[in-house]
């Protein structure tokens, strides 16, 4: 809808962007509910009654500040490497990224590449499940750059990740 009327009133096309940058859990693909479900689940096995709101307030979080916030939530274990520890034996839950990417992302990137964006993916998630996602979702040759956290010192919500994208696509962050 809103992709339609930036269509219409040409305002999209008319400013001075030249690159969209994309977060991936949230954005691209609805993996905050899964990955909230399958931690848990995997709490109950150690008889764990973990509040979803709180689980699932971490996501997009920098992973430093997010592990924080499960050493809290897990402390009756011993904290998130204990729990990790203890959970390690139980089968690892897959995302199904292709059943959980976000309606119409595929005709905002076709509609986007088409029209000469550079695009970038910025997620705090590791290189190897960004990959995957972008992958599996049949949507990694849409983007021109794709970043993780784990490259920097800082995350989200810090800019870095942003900047070094726009610095690798040769943008301003106006653009």
Request: charged share 30%; net charge negative.
């Amino acid at each position: 809808m809103l992709l339609h009327d930036a269509k219409e009133r040409g305002s999209f096309m008319s400013s001075k962007i030249k690159a969209v940058l994309f977060d991936l859990d949230g954005v691209l693909f609805d993996t905050e509910y899964i990955s909230a479900v399958n931690v848990i689940k995997k709490a109950e096995t150690l008889g764990l009654h973990l509040d979803f709101n709180a689980v699932v307030n971490t996501a997009g979080m920098a992973h430093d500040q997010a592990r924080l916030i499960f050493d809290d939530l897990l402390k009756e274990v011993g904290g998130h490497d204990e729990f990790e520890r203890k959970t390690a034996h139980l089968p690892k839950e897959e995302m199904p990224f292709r059943d959980i990417k976000i309606p119409y992302v595929d005709e905002l990137l076709s509609y986007l590449k088409s029209k000469g964006y550079k695009m970038a993916v910025c997620s705090s998630s590791p290189m190897d499940y960004i990959s995957r996602a972008l992958q599996e979702g049949n949507i990694e040759d849409y983007f021109d750059y794709v970043i993780t956290g784990y490259d920097l010192p800082v995350g989200k919500p810090d800019p870095a990740i942003y900047l070094k994208a726009m610095k690798e696509l040769e943008v301003t962050p106006e653009e």
